[in-house]
Structures are given as C-alpha cells and as structure tokens.
C-alpha cells in the first residue's frame, strides 16, 4: 500500500524558535497533500491543503504566515510552524492522495505524524 | 450544528460482545464515507470506506443512511485489540478539493 512518512517524529524547542516538518510519499506522487493539528483529545482539524507547485490554501483561523507550507515535488511537502509557541505545541499529521479526480476510492494516506512540544 | 458528529464515548464493552457506533453529518449532498482507526498517538488508518448499499469485512459492519443522514459501525465480536478511537469521516460536496471531514470520533474499550 501507499506509504507516508514523516520527519521528524518528535520535536522539543524552544519559545521563537521555527519548526520545519517534512511529509514524503514513499512509493507514488502525491498531487495533493493535507495538513492537520490533532490536540488532545480532540479529532483531526485541517489546517490546509497543497497541491505540487501551486501556493497551499488554507482553513479559516489558520495563519498562513505562521504556518508555512511548501509543496515543491510530487512526493515532498513541507510545514514550517515560523516563532513557534507553546499553545503551538500539538500533533502534526500530513496526508497525501494520489488523484487529481474526487470519488469515493480517493483515499487520503496518512503519515505517522509529528508531536511537537514548544517550551 | 458540527458539519461531523459522532458520542466521544468511552464505550467499555466486554469481549465478545457486539457495539455500534453512529456518526451524523450536516451536508446532505455528501458523497463520500469512511470509517477509520486511531490507536493513542498514532495517525488514523483506514478501517473501510462506507457504501450506500452498505459494506462487511470480516467482524466490522458499515451503514449509510442518507434519510437520517447518519452512518454505523457494527462491531461484532470484540476482540481487545479493537479498542481504539474510531473516527468517521465524511467529504462533503466542495469546489474538487475532497477534504476529509473527520468527527471527533468515538472511544472503544475492550475489556477482558
């Protein structure tokens, strides 16, 4: 099956401090990938969605120049969270779908996700 | 009205025995239906998309019901390892993107 990975696994940093978060389909392109927050306890909120090439869109209430997305390949996309806070401090899920066309079949494959914690 | 709906529970059940769980949506043109698995800390993994005739692999049953606007999980003989948060997931209608729609999803206790 597709697969999704996710670096790093795990981040501690600082107060001001920007996190870099990388998503990678492993073995098929990615068209479109998605990025969501997980607070605990709480289900999965899309923050935005990338296509290869073309500027992310972004949910309503996330802030595009806090959260910087970078979708330069088929197969990579990256988050940037730019003077990370503490109330920044979630999990961090990307996900990547193969088609360009909707249906049902257009499943979303999901990487490990990334905890990260700011001080 | 939350556009994804689903009881957080718990919902503690002893082995063996059969639960349900319902998930309601507000867009009644959504088209798309998934039910999927998340273990603590980990990403969610598909469980099985949802059909509108309905859907069975192996122990797990799926429901749509497009009247209520609700779909059901059925899980029949528990096992301990099912115990996990079961989150569904709807893609309503929308300019192409297809964005999954999760709910909060609902908590699964298995108890031996």
């Known amino acids: 099956g597709a697969v999704v990975s996710q670096h790093p696994s795990r981040v501690i940093c600082k107060s001001g401090t920007s996190v870099k978060i990388e998503c990678r389909s492993l073995?098929?392109?990615?068209?479109?990938m998605f990025w969501y927050r997980q607070f605990p306890k709480q289900s999965l909120m899309l923050m935005a969605t990338?296509?290869?090439?073309?500027?992310?869109?972004?949910e309503q209430g996330v802030e595009k120049d806090k959260f910087l997305i970078n979708h330069a390949s088929l197969t990579l996309s990256t988050l940037t969270v730019t003077s990370a806070h503490p109330e920044d401090s979630s999990f961090y899920i990307c996900?990547?779908?193969?088609?360009?066309?909707?249906?049902?079949?257009?499943?979303?494959?999901f990487g490990p996700g990334t905890r990260l914690t700011v001080l | 009205r939350k556009e994804v709906e689903q009881d957080p529970g718990p919902f503690n059940v002893p082995e063996g025995a059969t639960v349900a769980f319902n998930c309601t949506y507000s867009?009644?043109?959504?088209?798309?239906f998934f039910w999927y698995r998340q273990d603590c800390r980990k990403e969610p993994k598909l469980l099985m998309s949802?059909?509108?005739s309905g859907n069975e692999d192996g122990r797990f049953t799926a429901q749509l019901n497009r009247a209520s606007q609700y779909i059901s999980l059925l899980i029949r003989d528990s096992k301990l390892s099912d115990s996990a948060t079961y989150l569904c997931?709807?893609?309503?209608?929308?300019?192409?993107?297809?964005?999954?729609?999760f709910g909060t999803g609902t908590r699964l206790k298995v108890l031996a």
């Open positions: 949802v059909y509108s």
């Open positions: 990338s296509n290869e090439g073309s500027k992310a869109t972004y």
């Open positions: 996900s990547a779908r193969t088609g360009t066309s909707g249906g049902q079949y257009n499943e979303q494959f």
């Open positions: 997931v709807v893609i309503p209608p929308t300019s192409g993107t297809y964005k999954y729609i």
């Open positions: 867009n009644s043109a959504s088209q798309s």
């Open positions: 073995d098929f392109q990615a068209t479109t």
